[in-house]
């Protein structure tokens, strides 16, 4: 496991790499990716997940599901940096013939262990894989990355009660509780509070953290598993569009990309050669 200072030098880093290929591209999803860095970067570089990216399908391999494949730019950083694939390819998110689109792809991309996108089918999936893994008694323990905005979703609820009958230990949800969705405040679109309550009644023990504070994601991830039989739900409070002022908690920023003036303002914050750019 690195140091906190290390793996926040890395989260700005994979802040860079987002940008840079999202822009690039000339489309994506920029702030929703952003508000799960620290997340991914807890899980991938700081000694959480149990993964091989030489062995990436390694039976006793820990899963790590990013249900709102909508932050796949996110990911595919993460993926790059740790090794599952060569960097040059992020170069060609969401072009012609690129396997890095704009949703993950399980059968093209190693390190993807579910095609997500469709909201409400990444967090099923991943209590599938987790009853399988109890069944089998393997060692290998589930995490999946949820998006708020997906709790509106009824298949998430039947996740949740499914996950919750058959004591499903071995998986871990972490929701990334940035409460905005593609053009409003969540609670403007549903209500959602009290989020806690909500999955503590369907028999969930939920811990409640900074979504963007490293040492105190990466302490409460150590501490989640255990053997009380129960599933586990870390609410991770987080900014959408974290690391750029202007997008932070700016609801059109699931989708815009910067002007040229802004640009500018996202060269400084994030720290990125111009050259890198223009």
Not at 204 to 225: A, F, I, N, Q, Y
Not at 232 to 240: E, Y
Not at 249 to 261: A, G, Q, T
């Amino acid at each position: 496991m690195q140091n906190i200072m290390d793996l926040k030098e890395i989260a700005k880093e994979l802040r860079r790499k987002i940008f840079k290929m999202i822009y690039k591209a000339g489309g994506g999803h920029i702030a929703p990716a952003f508000s799960v860095v620290e997340i991914l970067t807890a899980l991938y570089f700081g000694g959480v997940l149990n993964v091989d990216p030489k062995r990436p399908q390694l039976i006793e391999r820990d899963r790590c599901i990013l249900s709102k494949g909508h932050a796949s730019a996110a990911l595919y950083a993460v993926l790059a940096q740790k090794g599952y694939f060569e960097e040059k390819l992020l170069d060609r998110f969401c072009q012609v013939g690129s396997t890095l689109g704009g949703h993950p792809n399980m059968l093209e991309i190693p390190g993807v262990e579910a095609s997500t996108g469709a909201l409400g089918h990444g967090f099923p999936y991943a209590a599938g894989i987790a009853l399988a893994g109890k069944l089998n008694k393997s060692c290998y323990k589930v995490y999946c990355i949820l998006g708020d905005g997906e709790c509106q979703e009824g298949s998430v609820w039947e996740a949740a009660l499914f996950a919750a009958h058959h004591k499903l230990e071995n998986l871990t949800v972490i929701l990334d509780y940035n409460k905005l969705q593609a053009m409003e405040p969540l609670d403007s679109i549903i209500k959602m509070e009290p989020m806690a309550d909500k999955w503590r009644a369907f028999g969930w023990r939920v811990s409640e953290v900074d979504g963007h504070d490293m040492g105190v994601l990466l302490k409460t991830l150590e501490t989640v598993p255990g053997t009380d039989h129960c599933p586990k739900l870390i609410i991770a409070h987080t900014v959408k569009g974290k690391g750029i002022s202007f997008m932070e908690n700016v609801p059109i920023w699931h989708y815009r990309l910067p002007s040229k003036e802004e640009l500018d303002i996202v060269i400084e914050e994030l720290e990125i050669p111009s050259k890198e750019i223009y």
